[in-house]
């Protein structure tokens, strides 16, 4: 016993010298970023409903350190291996919170989507996200040679479509049970992208695309909360600028407001009772408002070289599997972005969707650190020079 932790303490202490520093180095610079202006977006709204300022910074602290101390040991000395059992326990753990989301769930702003865990408040949906991830890259992988062979009964189809359509659509309708769209959405594009990578074919990736639109337009229809934010994007200028419009309107008057540079770090204008819960969804709004077009261009150009680099990490991935999880975690924090600024830019419709490293919320965070975590782990194996 004593062999086996002295050889795990020299296995992690060699890690550090392996793990890719780039990568991690921008995934800290972020974690500042997201600290400091989770601070300014969120002093005036928790002093109002708090009674403290730094109520919303010191949980992202709190929840931040907890994150990484408990990311380091699988950074540091997780072997590739060890992420195909983890994704497969992963996988059933979601379904399972999933399920219980939709018996004792809390309900708010028209979903049902967290669970309240004593002190601790969860959405499941995140964790089925990183969940569909792992469980997608490893049914692929295992069955790469069928998804590509070419044989009328080769198995492309049932490999390359029906068994990770399955494992898409199962946690696909939990989430469309939550009246979850953004989170339905983002499940949908992930899946599509992970079995493009993996080598399904194009045309049935098509008729996979359709489907999410379907059940996407299904839920909107079948949902009054989904219609009135599809409305309210569609008629902004007629719709009352004091009811449903009035969080969007607000994050484009503190996006208009900040010009090239900004008013400055802290003195924001919108966050004091305007952009309703800043910390959130908008905090972006404020990011713009405080240090202008010149400062969130430079926070999305941080987002594009971390998911750059993770490509560059996945492209040189000991193996299929480890290079598909990758790939996929990379191309969730790029949808994750995308969606976060489309909306509060509204080029889409309002559904609440979460900036990666930036909004409220203590285990988003805690998921987001993780999965940076599984990329640190899978670059010690890494092919590429340094």
């Known amino acids: 016993m004593r062999e086996f932790w002295s050889n795990v303490r020299v296995q992690c202490a060699q890690g550090w010298k392996r793990i890719d520093t780039p990568y991690l180095l921008m995934v800290l610079a972020l974690?500042?970023?997201?600290?400091?202006?989770?601070?300014?977006?969120?002093?005036?709204?928790?002093?109002?409903?708090?009674?403290e300022s730094t109520y919303f910074f010191k949980r992202y602290l709190l929840f931040?350190?907890?994150?990484?101390?408990?990311?380091?040991?699988?950074?540091?000395?997780?072997?590739?291996?060890?992420?195909?059992?983890?994704?497969?326990?992963?996988?059933?753990?979601?379904?399972?919170?999933?399920?219980?989301?939709?018996?004792?769930?809390?309900?708010?702003?028209?979903?049902?989507?967290?669970?309240?865990?004593?002190?601790?408040?969860?959405?499941?949906?995140?964790?089925?996200?990183?969940?569909?991830?792992l469980m997608l890259a490893l049914v692929m992988s295992k069955h790469e040679r069928e998804i590509r062979s070419k044989k009328r009964r080769g198995g492309s189809f049932r490999y390359g479509v029906l068994l990770p359509g399955g494992l898409i659509a199962l946690i696909g309708v939990l989430v469309a049970a939550e009246k979850h769209i953004s989170g339905l959405m983002i499940i949908g594009m992930l899946?599509?992208?992970?079995?493009?990578?993996?080598?399904?074919?194009?045309?049935?990736?098509?008729?996979?695309?359709?489907?999410?639109?379907?059940?996407?337009s299904v839920l909107i229809l079948v949902s009054s909360y989904a219609q009135l934010r599809v409305d309210t994007w569609l008629h902004i200028e007629q719709v009352d600028p004091l009811g449903s419009a009035w969080q969007t309107l607000q994050g484009l008057y503190a996006?208009?407001?900040?010009?090239?540079?900004?008013?400055?770090?802290?003195?924001?204008?919108?966050?004091?009772?305007?952009?309703?819960?800043?910390?959130?969804?908008?905090?972006?709004?404020?990011?713009?408002?405080?240090?202008?077009?010149?400062?969130a261009l430079l926070l999305l150009l941080l987002f594009?070289?971390?998911?750059?680099?993770?490509?560059?990490?996945a492209a040189h991935a000991p193996d299929r599997f480890s290079a598909l999880v990758v790939y996929g975690i990379s191309l969730k924090l790029a949808i994750q972005t995308a969606l976060n600024v489309a909306v509060v830019t509204n080029s889409m419709p309002n559904t609440g969707v979460s900036l990666p490293f930036f909004s409220s919320g203590g285990t988003f965070l805690a998921i987001q650190i993780f999965e940076m975590g599984i990329v640190l782990a899978i670059s010690r194996y890494s092919t590429h020079k340094r």
């Open 64 to 133: 931040a350190l907890l994150a990484i101390a408990a990311t380091l040991p699988f950074a540091l000395c997780a072997k590739p291996a060890f992420w195909r059992f983890f994704g497969v326990f992963l996988y059933a753990f979601s379904i399972f919170l999933l399920l219980l989301v939709l018996l004792i769930g809390t309900v708010g702003g028209g979903a049902q989507r967290w669970l309240v865990l004593g002190p601790v408040t969860v959405q499941p949906s995140e964790l089925a996200k990183t969940a569909l991830v």
């Open 304 to 313: 594009a070289k971390l998911i750059r680099r993770g490509f560059h990490i």
């Open 191 to 216: 899946g599509v992208f992970v079995m493009f990578l993996g080598g399904t074919r194009l045309r049935y990736l098509a008729w996979m695309a359709g489907a999410v639109a379907a059940a996407g």
């Open 31 to 51: 974690l500042v970023f997201g600290a400091a202006m989770s601070f300014s977006a969120s002093a005036v709204y928790a002093e109002q409903f708090y009674g």
């Open 255 to 295: 996006i208009g407001s900040g010009g090239l540079f900004g008013v400055g770090f802290l003195n924001g204008r919108q966050k004091h009772g305007y952009v309703s819960q800043p910390q959130n969804d908008f905090i972006f709004t404020v990011i713009c408002e405080e240090l202008g077009f010149v400062g």
